[in-house]
């Protein structure tokens, strides 16, 4: 999937599958989204289109997409303006392909390059690992969703109940401790998307990630992908130890303010929200 970039019409086969894999989480942000523009032409025609969400002032860009027979037309600026417009949002945040007229229209919207992320795949293993981590499997509750809270709120520095909801129903969720303290939380494998993961201290990301990949043995899958910020190092040296590749694609994480914790995070798979 090309995501908040510009799409040729001979991809279109791979955005129909993607879109199939992905369709609850497309229902789920334009069901909660804040702002959805499109922009037509003059046979009605979608040829540009922008999304964004707010989550407890937060202003992320989740898609944009300008078709090639209209760029540098104003078009894409213009949708930007309304879904993504300048002033609003504490925080603001776009996760970006690396399509640099796009980036150039981002920059000019109050965010600036905080990282980037690597998407890595391999085949789960189920690994030896020691750990003084307590690792539970826990049923959705509001419970659960507040323990989830309490760490994003430190990692993220935002609540976004709204989201973590939709991954509750959808994936296996693990929490961590040690000596009973909450340390770490996961959303393992369903099949189609792992993580997002979080840790207080870094040096736990591995464990996590263990986790996940047993997550995804659990469900029989013999691929794993991840999306990993660079800025987690942890996270990064444990994949490629355990013989996961770095895919040719990546991407750039851009935000207002530095306050995203990304050396302590798993992101989403695939990436439209943190």
Known sequence: MLQLGIVDLEDSNDIDEFFRLQRDLYLHLEQTATEDWVAEDDNQEVVGWARSIERDNHLQLT??????????????????????????????????????GALSLYLKHEVGFQGMAFSLYGEPQIRDFETDLEIEQVAASPQTLENII???TRVLGYRRPTDLEFFMKNQPIYLFRRGGELMAYAFGCDGNSAGPAAALNPEDLPIVLHQIELSACQAGLDSLWLTIPAAAGYAVDWALASGYKIDPFYEVLLAKEP????????????AFIW
């Open 150 to 152: 309490a760490i994003e």
């Open 259 to 270: 306050s995203l914790k990304l050396d302590r995070y798993v992101m989403t798979q695939s």
């Open 63 to 100: 898609h944009f997409f300008v078709s090639t027979a209209v760029q540098g037309r104003g078009v894409g600026r213009t949708l930007l303006n309304l879904a993504f417009p300048l002033g609003r949002g504490q925080q603001r945040s776009v996760i970006a392909t690396t399509n640099t």
